[in-house]
Protein backbone atom coordinates (compact mmCIF):
# COMPACT_ATOMS: atom_id res chain seq x y z
CA UNK A 1 0.00 0.00 0.00
CA UNK A 2 2.79 2.68 1.19
CA UNK A 3 4.51 1.42 -2.10
CA UNK A 4 1.35 2.08 -4.80
CA UNK A 5 1.34 5.27 -3.00
CA UNK A 6 4.53 6.43 -3.74
CA UNK A 7 3.98 5.14 -6.94
CA UNK A 8 0.74 7.62 -7.58
CA UNK A 9 2.87 10.83 -5.96
CA UNK A 10 5.76 10.38 -8.54
CA UNK A 11 2.85 9.98 -11.61
CA UNK A 12 4.39 11.71 -14.53
CA UNK A 13 1.58 14.34 -15.97
CA UNK A 14 -0.04 12.91 -19.00
CA UNK A 15 1.86 14.38 -22.07
CA UNK A 16 -0.38 17.63 -23.98
CA UNK A 17 0.30 18.16 -27.26
CA UNK A 18 -0.98 22.01 -27.95
CA UNK A 19 -1.73 23.72 -31.52
CA UNK A 20 0.13 26.73 -32.07
CA UNK A 21 -2.59 28.50 -31.03
CA UNK A 22 -2.96 27.17 -27.56
CA UNK A 23 0.83 27.52 -27.29
CA UNK A 24 0.23 31.14 -28.13
CA UNK A 25 -2.72 30.90 -25.53
CA UNK A 26 -0.49 28.98 -22.32
CA UNK A 27 2.00 31.86 -22.46
CA UNK A 28 -0.25 34.46 -22.76
CA UNK A 29 -1.64 33.71 -19.70
CA UNK A 30 1.69 32.43 -17.72
CA UNK A 31 2.51 36.42 -18.01
CA UNK A 32 0.97 36.69 -14.83
CA UNK A 33 2.75 33.79 -13.21
CA UNK A 34 5.69 35.88 -10.81
CA UNK A 35 8.81 35.61 -12.03
CA UNK A 36 10.84 33.18 -9.48
CA UNK A 37 13.90 34.81 -10.19
CA UNK A 38 17.63 32.39 -10.95
CA UNK A 39 18.52 32.27 -7.46
CA UNK A 40 16.14 30.24 -6.87
CA UNK A 41 15.57 26.35 -7.84
CA UNK A 42 12.92 26.35 -10.68
CA UNK A 43 14.10 27.88 -13.43
CA UNK A 44 17.51 25.84 -12.79
CA UNK A 45 15.75 23.07 -12.39
CA UNK A 46 13.84 23.24 -16.01
CA UNK A 47 17.13 23.68 -17.49
CA UNK A 48 18.71 21.02 -15.86
CA UNK A 49 16.24 18.71 -16.98
CA UNK A 50 17.45 19.56 -20.46
CA UNK A 51 21.03 19.09 -19.55
CA UNK A 52 21.54 23.00 -18.73
CA UNK A 53 21.31 23.68 -22.17
CA UNK A 54 21.72 27.22 -21.49
CA UNK A 55 25.35 26.34 -20.47
CA UNK A 56 25.80 24.70 -23.71
CA UNK A 57 26.00 27.11 -26.33
CA UNK A 58 28.68 30.15 -25.91
CA UNK A 59 26.39 33.33 -25.31
CA UNK A 60 26.73 36.87 -25.44
CA UNK A 61 24.13 39.26 -23.01
CA UNK A 62 22.80 42.50 -24.02
CA UNK A 63 21.24 44.72 -21.39
CA UNK A 64 20.50 48.50 -20.71
CA UNK A 65 17.97 50.51 -21.09
CA UNK A 66 17.65 51.83 -24.87
CA UNK A 67 19.10 50.18 -27.71
CA UNK A 68 19.50 46.23 -26.95
CA UNK A 69 17.64 45.41 -29.89
CA UNK A 70 19.75 47.20 -32.44
CA UNK A 71 23.12 45.95 -30.53
CA UNK A 72 21.96 42.41 -30.58
CA UNK A 73 20.79 42.70 -34.49
CA UNK A 74 24.10 44.27 -35.08
CA UNK A 75 26.14 41.63 -33.48
CA UNK A 76 24.57 38.82 -34.83
CA UNK A 77 25.70 40.15 -38.38
CA UNK A 78 28.76 40.58 -37.79
CA UNK A 79 29.48 37.59 -35.92
CA UNK A 80 27.44 35.99 -39.38
CA UNK A 81 30.03 37.95 -41.87
CA UNK A 82 32.81 35.88 -39.40
CA UNK A 83 30.69 32.29 -40.94
CA UNK A 84 29.01 32.12 -37.44
CA UNK A 85 25.87 30.25 -37.21
CA UNK A 86 23.91 32.35 -34.64
CA UNK A 87 21.14 32.33 -32.66
CA UNK A 88 18.85 35.28 -31.02
CA UNK A 89 16.65 36.07 -28.49
CA UNK A 90 15.09 39.53 -29.26
CA UNK A 91 12.58 40.98 -26.26
CA UNK A 92 9.97 41.63 -26.72
CA UNK A 93 7.79 41.07 -29.65
CA UNK A 94 5.61 42.75 -32.09
CA UNK A 95 2.95 40.87 -33.18
CA UNK A 96 4.19 37.10 -32.11
CA UNK A 97 6.05 35.03 -30.37
CA UNK A 98 8.58 33.76 -33.63
CA UNK A 99 9.65 37.16 -33.84
CA UNK A 100 11.85 36.63 -30.24
CA UNK A 101 13.82 34.04 -32.09
CA UNK A 102 15.89 33.99 -35.36
CA UNK A 103 18.66 32.07 -36.79
CA UNK A 104 21.24 33.53 -39.24
CA UNK A 105 17.99 36.39 -39.09
CA UNK A 106 15.44 33.75 -40.43
CA UNK A 107 12.68 33.73 -37.87
CA UNK A 108 11.35 30.50 -36.58
CA UNK A 109 8.12 29.07 -38.20
CA UNK A 110 4.96 28.04 -36.50
CA UNK A 111 5.59 24.35 -36.38
CA UNK A 112 8.89 24.40 -35.01
CA UNK A 113 7.88 27.03 -32.66
CA UNK A 114 5.00 24.93 -31.38
CA UNK A 115 6.85 21.34 -31.33
CA UNK A 116 9.94 23.30 -28.76
CA UNK A 117 7.57 24.97 -26.83
CA UNK A 118 5.55 21.73 -26.67
CA UNK A 119 8.61 19.82 -25.17
CA UNK A 120 9.12 22.86 -22.50
CA UNK A 121 5.76 23.16 -21.55
CA UNK A 122 5.50 19.64 -20.79
CA UNK A 123 8.66 19.45 -18.94
CA UNK A 124 7.70 22.15 -17.14
CA UNK A 125 4.12 20.41 -15.64
CA UNK A 126 6.23 17.16 -15.17
CA UNK A 127 7.95 18.72 -12.80
CA UNK A 128 5.17 20.96 -11.31
CA UNK A 129 7.20 24.27 -11.86
CA UNK A 130 5.33 27.12 -12.15
CA UNK A 131 7.51 29.29 -14.76
CA UNK A 132 6.89 32.71 -15.78
CA UNK A 133 6.41 33.17 -19.69
CA UNK A 134 9.91 35.05 -20.05
CA UNK A 135 11.45 32.04 -18.29
CA UNK A 136 9.74 29.43 -20.50
CA UNK A 137 10.80 31.51 -23.78
CA UNK A 138 14.38 31.22 -22.82
CA UNK A 139 14.44 27.52 -22.36
CA UNK A 140 12.41 27.40 -25.79
CA UNK A 141 14.90 29.45 -27.57
CA UNK A 142 17.91 27.81 -26.04
CA UNK A 143 16.60 24.22 -27.09
CA UNK A 144 15.62 25.07 -30.38
CA UNK A 145 18.86 26.61 -31.16
CA UNK A 146 20.68 23.42 -29.73
CA UNK A 147 18.53 21.21 -32.31
CA UNK A 148 19.50 23.48 -35.07
CA UNK A 149 23.41 23.55 -33.92
CA UNK A 150 24.13 27.11 -33.53
CA UNK A 151 27.18 28.09 -32.88
CA UNK A 152 26.68 31.46 -30.36
CA UNK A 153 23.47 32.33 -28.89
CA UNK A 154 22.76 36.57 -28.57
CA UNK A 155 20.33 37.25 -25.94
CA UNK A 156 18.73 40.84 -25.33
CA UNK A 157 17.40 40.76 -22.08
CA UNK A 158 13.80 42.53 -21.11
CA UNK A 159 14.51 43.56 -17.70
CA UNK A 160 17.33 44.00 -15.14
CA UNK A 161 18.24 42.21 -11.65
CA UNK A 162 17.56 38.84 -10.57
CA UNK A 163 14.45 38.40 -11.98
CA UNK A 164 15.91 38.78 -15.45
CA UNK A 165 16.15 34.91 -16.88
CA UNK A 166 19.01 35.55 -18.77
CA UNK A 167 21.42 35.59 -15.46
CA UNK A 168 20.89 31.89 -15.50
CA UNK A 169 23.48 32.13 -18.31
CA UNK A 170 27.25 32.41 -18.01
CA UNK A 171 27.90 34.69 -20.99
CA UNK A 172 31.22 34.93 -22.77
CA UNK A 173 30.46 38.71 -23.40
CA UNK A 174 28.20 41.26 -21.89
CA UNK A 175 27.75 44.55 -23.65
CA UNK A 176 25.66 47.18 -21.67
CA UNK A 177 24.13 50.06 -24.12
CA UNK A 178 23.14 53.08 -21.69
CA UNK A 179 21.04 52.92 -18.08
CA UNK A 180 18.69 55.14 -17.54
CA UNK A 181 16.92 56.17 -14.78
CA UNK A 182 13.80 57.80 -15.52
CA UNK A 183 13.75 59.56 -12.08
CA UNK A 184 17.25 60.77 -12.01
CA UNK A 185 19.45 62.31 -13.89
CA UNK A 186 22.45 59.50 -13.13
CA UNK A 187 21.79 56.00 -12.44
CA UNK A 188 21.79 54.51 -9.18
CA UNK A 189 24.41 52.19 -8.05
CA UNK A 190 21.65 49.68 -7.33
CA UNK A 191 20.23 50.02 -10.83
CA UNK A 192 23.37 49.18 -12.23
CA UNK A 193 23.89 46.72 -10.41
CA UNK A 194 20.94 45.31 -11.59
CA UNK A 195 21.85 45.93 -15.06
CA UNK A 196 25.12 44.10 -14.29
CA UNK A 197 23.37 41.22 -12.81
CA UNK A 198 23.91 38.35 -15.76
CA UNK A 199 27.85 39.09 -15.44
CA UNK A 200 29.75 36.16 -14.28
CA UNK A 201 33.20 35.88 -13.33
CA UNK A 202 35.54 35.87 -16.44
CA UNK A 203 32.81 37.66 -18.58
CA UNK A 204 34.14 40.58 -20.84
CA UNK A 205 31.82 43.73 -20.01
CA UNK A 206 32.20 46.51 -22.14
CA UNK A 207 29.34 49.80 -22.27
CA UNK A 208 28.23 52.26 -24.71
CA UNK A 209 27.19 54.25 -21.74
CA UNK A 210 28.78 58.37 -22.06
CA UNK A 211 28.59 59.19 -18.41
CA UNK A 212 31.65 58.92 -16.74
CA UNK A 213 30.12 58.41 -13.46
CA UNK A 214 27.99 55.22 -14.36
CA UNK A 215 31.21 53.98 -15.99
CA UNK A 216 33.13 54.15 -13.10
CA UNK A 217 30.58 52.49 -11.25
CA UNK A 218 29.91 49.90 -14.05
CA UNK A 219 33.44 49.19 -13.89
CA UNK A 220 33.54 48.49 -10.21
CA UNK A 221 30.56 46.32 -9.85
CA UNK A 222 32.27 44.14 -12.75
CA UNK A 223 35.41 43.58 -10.83
CA UNK A 224 33.93 42.93 -7.74
CA UNK A 225 32.33 40.26 -9.57
CA UNK A 226 34.87 38.76 -11.57
CA UNK A 227 34.23 39.52 -14.83
CA UNK A 228 36.90 41.13 -17.33
CA UNK A 229 36.11 45.14 -17.74
CA UNK A 230 37.20 46.71 -21.48
CA UNK A 231 37.83 50.57 -22.41
CA UNK A 232 34.01 51.95 -23.43
CA UNK A 233 32.48 52.50 -26.32
CA UNK A 234 33.55 56.48 -27.62
CA UNK A 235 33.48 56.48 -31.42
CA UNK A 236 30.13 55.89 -33.60
CA UNK A 237 29.80 53.54 -36.61
CA UNK A 238 29.76 55.30 -40.06
CA UNK A 239 26.44 53.98 -40.81
CA UNK A 240 24.56 55.63 -44.02
CA UNK A 241 22.51 58.68 -43.53
CA UNK A 242 20.76 59.23 -41.22
CA UNK A 243 21.29 55.96 -39.18
CA UNK A 244 24.69 57.28 -38.01
CA UNK A 245 23.75 59.56 -35.93
CA UNK A 246 20.96 57.80 -34.22
CA UNK A 247 22.15 53.95 -34.44
CA UNK A 248 26.01 54.75 -34.64
CA UNK A 249 27.15 53.69 -31.09
CA UNK A 250 24.79 50.65 -31.00
CA UNK A 251 26.67 49.65 -34.41
CA UNK A 252 30.32 50.49 -32.25
CA UNK A 253 29.50 48.42 -29.45
CA UNK A 254 28.16 45.86 -31.50
CA UNK A 255 31.35 45.73 -33.48
CA UNK A 256 33.33 45.70 -30.05
CA UNK A 257 31.60 42.65 -28.68
CA UNK A 258 31.84 40.80 -31.66
CA UNK A 259 35.71 41.15 -32.23
CA UNK A 260 36.09 40.95 -28.24
CA UNK A 261 34.02 37.28 -28.65
CA UNK A 262 35.84 36.43 -32.40
CA UNK A 263 39.72 36.86 -30.55
CA UNK A 264 39.01 35.13 -27.61
CA UNK A 265 38.22 31.88 -28.64
CA UNK A 266 39.04 29.37 -31.09
CA UNK A 267 39.43 30.54 -34.80
CA UNK A 268 38.77 27.30 -36.17
CA UNK A 269 36.11 28.54 -38.23
CA UNK A 270 36.67 32.19 -39.31
CA UNK A 271 38.76 32.63 -42.75
CA UNK A 272 41.27 34.14 -43.48
CA UNK A 273 38.94 37.40 -45.09
CA UNK A 274 37.52 37.63 -41.57
CA UNK A 275 36.38 41.43 -40.42
CA UNK A 276 37.43 41.30 -37.25
CA UNK A 277 40.21 38.64 -36.60
CA UNK A 278 43.22 40.25 -35.84
CA UNK A 279 46.21 39.32 -38.11
CA UNK A 280 49.23 37.83 -36.32
CA UNK A 281 52.77 38.89 -37.77
CA UNK A 282 51.84 41.61 -39.81
CA UNK A 283 52.85 44.51 -37.77
CA UNK A 284 54.64 47.42 -39.41
CA UNK A 285 55.16 48.42 -43.49
CA UNK A 286 53.66 45.34 -45.15
CA UNK A 287 56.03 43.73 -47.72
CA UNK A 288 55.78 44.12 -51.24
CA UNK A 289 54.04 40.72 -51.77
CA UNK A 290 51.21 41.37 -48.92
CA UNK A 291 50.58 44.73 -50.96
CA UNK A 292 50.60 42.77 -54.44
CA UNK A 293 47.84 40.39 -52.69
CA UNK A 294 45.93 43.03 -51.26
CA UNK A 295 45.67 44.82 -54.82
CA UNK A 296 44.84 41.73 -56.39
CA UNK A 297 42.31 40.78 -53.60
CA UNK A 298 41.43 43.93 -51.85
CA UNK A 299 40.37 42.71 -47.95
CA UNK A 300 36.98 43.55 -46.21
CA UNK A 301 36.88 45.98 -44.38
CA UNK A 302 34.61 47.08 -41.09
CA UNK A 303 34.09 50.02 -42.87
CA UNK A 304 32.68 48.67 -45.93
CA UNK A 305 30.11 46.42 -44.04
CA UNK A 306 28.86 49.53 -42.09
CA UNK A 307 28.95 51.51 -45.08
CA UNK A 308 26.43 49.01 -46.44
CA UNK A 309 24.10 48.06 -43.26
CA UNK A 310 21.29 49.77 -42.25
CA UNK A 311 18.67 49.25 -40.04
CA UNK A 312 16.32 46.01 -40.94
CA UNK A 313 14.40 45.11 -37.79
CA UNK A 314 10.73 46.01 -37.50
CA UNK A 315 9.60 48.85 -34.80
CA UNK A 316 13.17 50.45 -34.58
CA UNK A 317 13.19 53.46 -36.37
CA UNK A 318 11.55 51.51 -39.55
CA UNK A 319 10.48 54.05 -42.55
CA UNK A 320 7.57 52.07 -44.67
CA UNK A 321 8.64 54.96 -47.60
CA UNK A 322 6.12 52.94 -50.14
CA UNK A 323 3.17 53.68 -48.34
CA UNK A 324 1.23 56.86 -48.94
CA UNK A 325 1.52 58.69 -47.16
CA UNK A 326 4.94 57.46 -45.47
CA UNK A 327 4.90 55.96 -42.03
CA UNK A 328 7.56 55.83 -39.46
CA UNK A 329 7.24 53.08 -37.05
CA UNK A 330 9.65 53.19 -33.42
CA UNK A 331 8.71 51.71 -30.37
CA UNK A 332 10.35 54.67 -28.38
CA UNK A 333 9.48 54.16 -24.88
CA UNK A 334 11.10 56.36 -22.71
CA UNK A 335 12.65 60.12 -22.94
CA UNK A 336 15.94 59.29 -24.17
CA UNK A 337 14.25 57.01 -26.52
CA UNK A 338 11.69 59.60 -27.80
CA UNK A 339 14.25 62.70 -27.98
CA UNK A 340 16.57 60.17 -30.30
CA UNK A 341 13.40 59.23 -32.46
CA UNK A 342 12.41 62.88 -32.61
CA UNK A 343 16.20 63.98 -33.86
CA UNK A 344 15.49 61.33 -36.86
CA UNK A 345 12.46 62.72 -37.66
CA UNK A 346 14.52 65.49 -37.87
CA UNK A 347 17.11 64.49 -39.91
CA UNK A 348 14.84 62.99 -42.65
CA UNK A 349 13.31 66.33 -42.72
CA UNK A 350 16.93 67.74 -43.66
CA UNK A 351 16.93 64.78 -46.47
CA UNK A 352 13.63 65.28 -47.88
CA UNK A 353 10.73 67.96 -47.08
CA UNK A 354 8.24 66.84 -45.64
CA UNK A 355 4.84 68.47 -46.83
CA UNK A 356 2.90 67.73 -43.37
CA UNK A 357 3.77 65.41 -40.05
CA UNK A 358 1.35 64.02 -37.79
CA UNK A 359 2.79 61.75 -34.24
CA UNK A 360 0.64 59.50 -33.30
CA UNK A 361 1.54 58.59 -29.29
CA UNK A 362 0.00 55.74 -27.61
CA UNK A 363 1.40 55.18 -24.34
CA UNK A 364 1.14 53.14 -21.27
CA UNK A 365 4.44 53.76 -18.96
CA UNK A 366 3.63 55.56 -15.94
CA UNK A 367 7.65 56.11 -15.66
CA UNK A 368 7.87 58.89 -17.98
CA UNK A 369 7.82 62.53 -16.63
CA UNK A 370 5.25 64.22 -18.49
CA UNK A 371 6.62 67.54 -17.95
CA UNK A 372 9.80 66.73 -19.48
CA UNK A 373 8.32 65.03 -22.39
CA UNK A 374 5.63 68.56 -22.93
CA UNK A 375 9.36 70.24 -22.84
CA UNK A 376 11.25 68.09 -25.19
CA UNK A 377 7.84 68.04 -27.94
CA UNK A 378 7.39 71.85 -27.53
CA UNK A 379 10.95 72.38 -28.56
CA UNK A 380 10.72 69.87 -31.13
CA UNK A 381 7.86 71.74 -32.77
CA UNK A 382 9.53 75.28 -32.43
CA UNK A 383 11.47 74.05 -35.43
CA UNK A 384 9.15 71.70 -36.98
CA UNK A 385 5.72 71.80 -37.66
CA UNK A 386 3.08 69.40 -37.20
CA UNK A 387 0.61 68.28 -34.64
CA UNK A 388 0.56 64.90 -31.91
CA UNK A 389 -2.03 63.36 -32.42
CA UNK A 390 -3.24 60.86 -28.48
CA UNK A 391 -4.87 57.83 -28.41
CA UNK A 392 -5.10 54.78 -25.55
CA UNK A 393 -3.33 51.59 -26.40
CA UNK A 394 -4.18 47.88 -25.38
CA UNK A 395 -1.04 46.35 -24.16
CA UNK A 396 -0.49 43.02 -25.24
CA UNK A 397 0.87 39.98 -23.30
CA UNK A 398 4.57 40.47 -23.03
CA UNK A 399 4.35 43.98 -23.12
CA UNK A 400 4.72 46.46 -20.53
CA UNK A 401 0.99 46.19 -19.23
CA UNK A 402 0.19 49.49 -17.23
CA UNK A 403 -2.37 51.95 -17.59
CA UNK A 404 -2.73 53.73 -21.06
CA UNK A 405 -2.33 57.27 -20.79
CA UNK A 406 -5.17 59.79 -20.82
CA UNK A 407 -5.22 60.76 -24.42
CA UNK A 408 -7.93 63.66 -23.75
CA UNK A 409 -5.60 65.13 -20.75
CA UNK A 410 -2.06 64.89 -22.60
CA UNK A 411 -4.05 66.83 -25.55
CA UNK A 412 -4.93 69.42 -23.55
CA UNK A 413 -1.47 70.04 -22.13
CA UNK A 414 0.00 70.01 -25.55
CA UNK A 415 -2.90 72.48 -26.45
CA UNK A 416 -1.65 74.69 -23.94
CA UNK A 417 1.82 74.86 -25.04
CA UNK A 418 0.80 76.10 -28.38
CA UNK A 419 1.30 72.82 -29.81
CA UNK A 420 -1.48 71.33 -32.33
CA UNK A 421 -2.67 68.76 -30.54
CA UNK A 422 -5.82 65.67 -30.46
CA UNK A 423 -7.42 62.81 -28.92
CA UNK A 424 -8.53 59.67 -30.18
CA UNK A 425 -10.82 57.19 -29.33
CA UNK A 426 -8.33 54.39 -30.70
CA UNK A 427 -5.51 53.68 -33.12
CA UNK A 428 -7.96 53.71 -36.19
CA UNK A 429 -9.64 56.60 -35.41
CA UNK A 430 -5.55 58.38 -34.99
CA UNK A 431 -4.87 56.98 -38.02
CA UNK A 432 -7.63 58.54 -40.43
CA UNK A 433 -6.79 61.81 -38.68
CA UNK A 434 -3.16 61.63 -39.23
CA UNK A 435 -3.86 60.87 -42.96
CA UNK A 436 -6.03 64.02 -43.44
CA UNK A 437 -3.34 66.38 -42.33
CA UNK A 438 -0.74 65.28 -44.14
CA UNK A 439 0.12 64.83 -47.77
CA UNK A 440 -0.55 62.02 -49.51
CA UNK A 441 2.76 61.48 -51.70
CA UNK A 442 5.19 63.85 -49.41
CA UNK A 443 3.54 63.99 -45.64
CA UNK A 444 5.03 61.45 -42.60
CA UNK A 445 2.73 59.64 -40.25
CA UNK A 446 4.88 58.80 -36.98
CA UNK A 447 4.00 56.25 -34.35
CA UNK A 448 5.27 56.02 -31.56
CA UNK A 449 5.17 55.27 -27.82
CA UNK A 450 5.25 51.74 -27.03
CA UNK A 451 5.50 48.14 -29.05
CA UNK A 452 1.80 47.73 -28.39
CA UNK A 453 0.72 51.00 -30.76
CA UNK A 454 3.39 49.15 -33.12
CA UNK A 455 0.82 46.12 -32.76
CA UNK A 456 -2.09 48.05 -33.13
CA UNK A 457 -0.69 49.89 -36.75
CA UNK A 458 0.05 45.88 -38.02
CA UNK A 459 -3.39 44.46 -37.01
CA UNK A 460 -4.78 47.63 -38.60
CA UNK A 461 -3.28 46.57 -42.13
CA UNK A 462 -4.37 43.30 -41.05
CA UNK A 463 -1.19 41.56 -40.78
CA UNK A 464 -0.71 38.61 -38.80
CA UNK A 465 2.92 38.25 -38.77
CA UNK A 466 6.10 40.61 -39.67
Avoid at 335 to 360: C, M, P, T, V, W
Wanted: glycine share 6%; hydrophobic share 40%; aromatic share 6%.
Amino acid sequence: MKNSRLQKQTMPHPVSIKTYTEVVEYLDAHWKIPQTGTKSTTLKALDAAFSHVTQSIPSVVISGSNGKSLTAHFTARLLQEENLKVGILYAPHILTYNERFAIDGEHVNNKSFADVANEIINEAENLDLSLHTSELLLIIGFKYFKQNNVDIVVIETQGFGNTEPATICNPKVVGITRVIDPENATASKELLLEALAVVKPGTAVISADQSKQSLQIMQKITKDLGGNWSMPIRKVASLPYPFEQLHGRCAALAERIASIYINGITQAKIESDSLLVKKKGLRGRPTLEVKRQNELNPPRTVSEFWGKTINALPARFQLLDKEKPSILLDNASNLDSIENLLLGIRLLHYQRSFKGLAIIIGCNDESIEMEELLKMLRYFFKKTSGQVIVCPINPLPGHKNGEAWDAEKLANNLRGMKIKARSAENFEEAFTAAKEVVDERHGLVVITGSNSIISEYWKFKGMKKI
